[in-house]
């Protein structure tokens, strides 16, 4: 592939990118709180958190996606 590719990009496409970048981001920080909470030190939040975290917010964007997809109609039958 090209490094020196330039592309266009759609402006929903980016403004969906920044939306799910932001929803993951969000979703990792909340649930790290959360399980930091139920932990042994409640004031420290541990790579592990964010790990445990990340998986659930992995699964909370794949949803959020597909969302987006059945909304714009571009969904594929199954």
């Known amino acids: ?3 020196n590719q330039t592309y ?5 496409a980016a ?7 932001a929803l993951f981001a ?3 920080a909340v649930k790290a709180r959360e399980l930091a909470k ?3 030190c409640t004031d ?11 998986s ?3 699964q909370m964007l794949a949803t959020a ?3 987006t997809d059945s909304k714009d109609g571009r969904q594929e039958a199954a």
Do not use: N
């Open 1 to 3: 592939m090209d490094q």
């Open 44 to 54: 420290v939040i541990t790579l592990g958190h964010y790990r445990q975290a990340a």
């Open 65 to 67: 996606v597909q969302d």
């Open 15 to 21: 403004q969906a990118l920044a939306q799910w970048k």
């Open 26 to 28: 969000e979703q990792v």
């Open 8 to 12: 266009r990009i759609e402006a929903e």
């Open 56 to 58: 659930i917010a992995v």
């Open 38 to 40: 139920k932990s042994v």
